[in-house]
């Protein structure tokens, strides 16, 4: 048995029928959601109340008596015809055949909505009751006649509020004297189409209305339906708004503008389609697209217009993408777009904003070009530097082998000017030896470099300090070193980057005061670890802080400081490689800190 009552209860609960539960006095129990989708109430609202309540005034007495009828003996009819009324529009009704079965004290009440028959109306129920257009008969002196409920509902005036009063004083001023024309012709026995005007509500808005109407003179009546259209107009208007303002932007705006239909039909092209294009809008608004294609393109854009049309897919739309335009005089150009898809009144547009990149597509050209002499001449400064050095070195190495025969053949005499000149030689040699040896090794920088990995900094600058551990022990240096990170870096480079800031801080010390150097990591930002090499040496004025980067820029006569000036242009060089860049900081006699940045490992 109870499964039975389960079942039941999920008829009563899904059913599509109107069913209710009633007492004995006709009082609702309990009601399932067709209540909700057929009448609009809420199973809720009616519990509790009479089931006639629902009814239609000339409905109720014959639906108590059935419900008295069954309740009794139950041997009268159970079964009645009703209109009910809609919550929410009451002159909507539904015919519902009502039948009522006796059980526990209870009737079920079994309603089946049904097509409400014509000849069951009268005249007026037909032409006021059942519509959710607004119906009146007017008369040619100015007022209404009659009017169905539909009026009420939509401009909350009663229908005696309407009747009270010209039907001119609930129309919109700006609409008056058009009304009262068209009231005119309608006296005449005229009849009017589609006219629009706008009527005020109770609340003092307007809404608008759109009349069919007839007059019969005879009888003085003016006849007519009319609608609420507020709504289409009131998305008319903020379609005509938002295509004015989309007209006035793009009339305007720089890049070309165009939009065309699913059977890719131009529909809009603004100024800068005109001047791109060099086609007057009037020629090829209607026209298809591919009159702005070169021929190669046009088969493909057909099968992607076809295709959508078939699956409502594209491959383009919001991509941005390059293709080639043709212009009126047949001449191509490169061009950049972006297409949007949109619907207007139910039907499917696109919108492409289009830009001519012939200027960027000839500027990459010509850094393509430029990039490629680059790499040209730095292969071939590369193979000269390696010839030079090679080819200057070697006669070089035979000089200087030559001056040393004369150096110790001149031993035993005391000829000091020819020793002089023989110095003079063998250190102008060895001077040139060295720049060779730095000039190839900036010239190699770029072009020799290992690819960048993991590299322990600590391990780097510890090898750096080895090379120069008897230049740092002969000065009485003190090099500190602090916990450093991974970075990712030539390893090789990377030691002679240490090497040759290291090597400086060194070399330009402040006489008689030891060389303190320190070595640190600062932070640093976008993935890039910010160095510290600070030393307390002789300092560098500011006005040549980015001089000392340069090739062979030498702040100091060769007498004072060994070096061919190169040293720091290589550490550039290698920073720049690896991404990142490096400055210094200093004072005459206060030290210098160079600073550089390298990547970090991403852990």
Known sequence: MKDVFELEDLFFRYSEKVLAIVDQDGLVVDANRTWKNRLEYDPQ???????????????????????????GDGTGPNTVRVRMLSKEAPHNMVLVEWRFVPRDGYLLAFGLPLPIPMADLSDRDLLFEL?????????????FYDLNPAWSHTLGWSLDELKSRPFLDFVHPDDKERTMKEAERLSRGNTVHRFENRYRTKGGRYRWLVWTATGDVERG????VTRDITHQKNAEEALRASEDRFRSLAESAANAIISSDTTSRITFFNRSAERLFRHRAEDVVGESLTVLMPPEYREAHLDGMARFAKTGQ???????????????DGTTFPLELNIA???????????????????????????????ERMRRSNEELEQFASVASHDLQEPLGVVRSYVQLLERRLEGFDDERAKKYMHFIADGTARMQSLIEDLLSYSRVGSRGRDLVPVDTEASVRRALDQ????????????TVEPLPRVMADEGQLERLFQNVISNAVKYRRPEVEPRIKIRVGGGEHGMYRFEVADNGIGIAPEHHDRVFQIFQRL????EYEGTGIGLAICKKIVERHGGRIWLESEPGEGTTVKFTLPGVAE
Request: glycine share 8%.
């Open 131 to 143: 519509s959710n257009d607004l119906m009146c008969i007017a008369g040619t002196d100015g007022y």
């Open 314 to 328: 594209t491959r383009i739309i919001g991509r941005t993408i390059e293709l080639v335009g043709q212009r009126s």
């Open 468 to 479: 120069l551990s008897l230049r740092i022990e002969e000065s009485a240096a003190e090099v």
């Open 341 to 371: 898809h949109w619907r207007s009144q139910g039907e499917d547009q696109f919108t492409a904003i289009i830009h001519d990149i012939t200027a960027r597509k000839e500027a990459a050209e010509r850094v393509r070009q430029y990039a």
């Open 45 to 71: 609202e009616v519990i509790g109340s009479p089931l006639w309540d629902y009814a239609h005034n000339e409905d109720r007495d014959p639906l108590v008596k059935t419900i008295r009828d069954a309740a």
């Open 221 to 224: 009546r003016i006849f007519a």
């Open 556 to 559: 100091h006569g060769r007498g």
